[in-house]
């Protein structure tokens, strides 16, 4: 299994520009989310879903859109990108919602924003 | 809503010593978990050890344990015997006991040195 990958590694973009962050997983994990981690702020959550066709807001939702179109998968958009989106982000899977189990997390995107 | 304080931005220790990163949560939950994660310079987040809030018996995974004080809403690591692949920084976070959102504390960077 290659557990929770994310692309790119490294990125970036000029304001205003818009990408998508990609996040896969190979587990059949029900719960997929993503953060981000910003210094001294330790990792916030933007959105999450619990299943293909189900999504949520976090923590810091704004300037963040996401879909799960099937299991695998749980892309993050950025429509117009910002100085303040600087930040490493995190994507993150477990087996279905409940709060004991373990997330898997994969390696992360670091994004500039110029 | 769930917060998460960690008061020790940075610390060192000696390699072999023991050291103890604290962690102060506020919740209103009565059933919730509590978990440490480890991130090295690779940028990936290891899950370290985890509490169940209705578990009086601290949990240990080799050399961590934790000193989980539920009335105090306090929830230390302990790491015994430090390595120099200790050095990381070190996240507590809080789940809700139905819900899969973790909410980390801003980190202790932990250097281990000779």
């Known amino acids: 299994n290659a557990g929770v990958t994310q692309t790119p590694k490294f990125q970036v973009l000029k304001t205003g520009q818009s990408m998508t962050l990609q996040c896969a997983q190979d587990?059949?994990?029900?719960?997929m989310s993503w953060y981000r981690q910003d210094p001294g702020m330790g990792l916030r959550l933007i959105h999450y879903?619990?299943?293909?066709?189900?999504?949520d807001q976090g923590e810091v939702p704004n300037g963040y859109n996401v879909s799960r179109s099937t299991t695998e998968d749980f892309p993050l958009r950025l429509l117009s990108a910002a100085p303040s989106q600087t930040s490493v982000y995190f994507c993150?899977?477990?087996?279905?919602?409940?709060?004991?189990?373990?997330?898997?997390f994969g390696p992360g995107t670091r994004l500039t924003v110029t | 809503a769930q917060t998460v304080t960690q008061s020790q931005p940075e610390m060192s220790v000696q390699e072999a010593e023991t050291v103890t990163l604290s962690c102060t949560y506020d919740t209103s939950e009565n059933n919730y978990y509590l978990f440490w994660y480890k991130q090295p310079p690779s940028r990936q987040m290891i899950l370290v050890i985890r509490?169940?809030?209705?578990?009086?018996q601290n949990a240990t995974e080799n050399r961590f344990s934790v000193n989980f004080q539920k009335a105090a809403k306090s929830f230390s690591l302990k790491i015994s015997d430090s390595q120099l692949g200790d050095t990381a920084m070190y996240f507590c976070?809080?789940?809700?006991?139905?819900?899969?959102?973790?909410?980390f504390g801003t980190g202790t960077r932990l250097q281990v040195t000779l």
């Open positions: 976070a809080f789940t809700p006991g139905t819900a899969s959102k973790l909410t």
């Open positions: 509490q169940e809030a209705y578990k009086q």
């Open positions: 879903s619990v299943g293909a066709g189900i999504t």
């Open positions: 993150a899977s477990s087996y279905r919602l409940a709060g004991g189990l373990e997330q898997y």
């Open positions: 587990m059949n994990h029900e719960y």
